[in-house]
């Protein structure tokens, strides 16, 4: 079965540098969420995307901003990069907001290492 | 705010042995969704399994069952003949009914280790 794809999978920037982070979810899911994990740490929501619209905030940095396009991918940008932002970046999809089938299942995630 | 708490960081059980990883979650609401995600070294974030809150029935999924306390707002999960791929984090997680707020909250996680 075709799973949520992320990329890249790895990523190197240096501090102030850019990067933009693209996720594809699964085929027919119409929601897409965006999570990260710092080292040893949980994964900390940031912003979800339902049929291309913002459907929830989380705890993401004015420096990041995201969109879901008309074919249901999603994109991160992130901009002015830190230290703190080496993280596991993951996205994840659903099919809709409600119910059971608002199963979210993650891809692979995006390592983003910030020197 | 809903909160996850997972208090033991790390567990470890004997191949084919049974274990259970312990979870406690604060919220007001009365419908929401629970669940476990397994992530192995691979960092891959993998569902174990959910739990609706309004099904009074603790969900299974072959080797794994839940032991899901609405009251106590208790959500354990068990892992019966435990294998050496069984080894990973643990991660409980919360997720409101549904609409806008429909992110999931996580615990702090643990560490299972399967000894052979």
């Known amino acids: 079965a075709a799973g949520v794809i992320q990329s890249p999978r790895h990523l190197i920037k240096e501090k102030r540098e850019t990067a933009t982070l693209k996720c594809y979810p699964i085929p027919r899911h119409d929601t897409v969420y965006w999570y990260q994990q710092g080292p040893g740490q949980d994964p900390q929501f940031l912003i979800s995307?339902?049929?291309?619209?913002?459907?929830d905030k989380g705890s993401i940095p004015d420096r990041f901003s995201a969109q879901q396009f008309s074919d249901y991918h999603s994109e991160l940008n992130m901009s002015s990069l830190e230290l703190g932002d080496s993280a596991l970046y993951f996205c994840?999809?659903?099919?809709?907001?409600?119910?059971?089938?608002?199963?979210?299942?993650f891809g692979p995630g995006t390592r983003l290492t910030v020197l | 705010a809903q909160t996850v708490t997972q208090s033991q960081p790390e567990m470890s059980v004997q191949e084919a042995e049974t274990v259970t990883l312990s979870c406690t979650y604060d919220?007001?609401?009365?419908?929401?969704?629970l669940f476990w995600y397994k992530q192995p070294p691979s960092r891959q974030m993998i569902l174990v399994i959910r739990?609706?809150?309004?099904?009074?029935q603790n969900a299974t999924e072959n080797r794994f069952s839940v032991n899901f306390q609405k009251a106590a707002k208790s959500f354990s999960l068990k892992i019966s003949d435990s294998q050496l791929g069984d080894a990973a984090m643990y991660f409980c997680a919360y997720r409101s009914e549904g609409g806008a707020n429909s992110k999931l909250t996580f615990g702090k996680g643990i560490t299972l280790s399967v000894r052979p």
């Open positions: 995307f339902y049929e291309k619209m913002q459907s």
């Open positions: 919220t007001s609401e009365s419908d929401y969704y």
């Open positions: 739990q609706e809150a309004y099904k009074q």
């Open positions: 994840a999809s659903s099919l809709g907001l409600a119910g059971v089938t608002d199963t979210q299942y």
